[in-house]
């Protein structure tokens, strides 16, 4: 079966656009999970989904960061005002409720 | 706090060469789980396997092994002898029962095996 996709594989933008990121998770998977990853670093949670709503949005680093789930199933992380900091792979995963998670190939944001 | 160290930033071997990944985790939680994935250069980090905290048997898999200790706070990784196919970078992972399922990775370990 298919697994977790996600859109755009690249994305390049200027400092303070705004852009979004999309998440196609695993069919059926009802827990949906945002990371991101900097370069020569393990992958930090920034934000967690159980079906519609955000269940956990702890790691979201600051209010320029926004994540939803409308329909429970694909997810869209949006950043506004984007900084060079905010330049990492941003990585999706989905698992069924207590289960491992499997991760899709990222979105590799650079912001310019 | 929870935590997960991977001390080895970058490991060398030799192919057909025993390694073995360390991973140290720090949790205040009696139920967790423990994972390792591996990122290969391609970038989609794989699942390799899940333990919860009250099974402390090791598990095999293949040239993969497991070795959990509660009493070190340890989940150590072993590729019995390694290929080049094996070169990757591999995380370790904490997930605690009452938080959803979100997981703490360490730094990651990068593996090289030469032929």
């Known amino acids: 079966g298919a697994g977790v996709s996600q859109t755009p594989s690249n994305k390049v933008t200027e400092k303070g656009k705004y852009v979004e990121l999309r998440c196609d998770p695993i069919s059926g998977h009802t827990a949906l999970y945002w990371y991101r990853q900097s370069l020569g670093q393990g992958p930090e949670f920034l934000i967690y989904?159980?079906?519609?709503?955000?269940?956990?949005d702890s790691g979201l680093p600051n209010d320029r960061f926004f994540a939803v789930r409308p329909e429970g199933s694909v997810s869209t992380l949006k950043i506004q005002r984007t900084e060079r900091g905010d330049s990492a792979v941003y990585l999706c995963a989905s698992s069924r409720i207590g289960n491992e998670q499997f991760f899709g190939p990222g979105t590799r944001l650079t912001v310019l | 706090a929870q935590k997960v160290t991977q001390a080895q930033t970058e490991i060398s071997v030799v192919e057909k060469e025993d390694v073995t990944l360390d991973c140290v985790y720090e949790t205040r939680d009696t139920t967790y789980y423990l994972f390792w994935y591996k990122q290969p250069p391609s970038g989609e980090l794989v699942f390799l396997i899940r333990?919860?905290?009250?099974?402390?048997q090791n598990e095999i898999s293949g040239r993969y092994s497991w070795n959990f200790q509660k009493s070190t706070s340890s989940f150590n990784f072993t590729i019995t002898a390694s290929q080049v196919v094996d070169s990757a970078v591999y995380f370790c992972a904490l997930s605690e029962y009452n938080q959803g399922g979100k997981l703490i990775f360490g730094q990651g370990t990068e593996l090289s095996v030469k032929p």
């Open positions: 989904f159980q079906g519609t709503g955000a269940a956990d």
């Open positions: 333990r919860n905290s009250f099974d402390e």
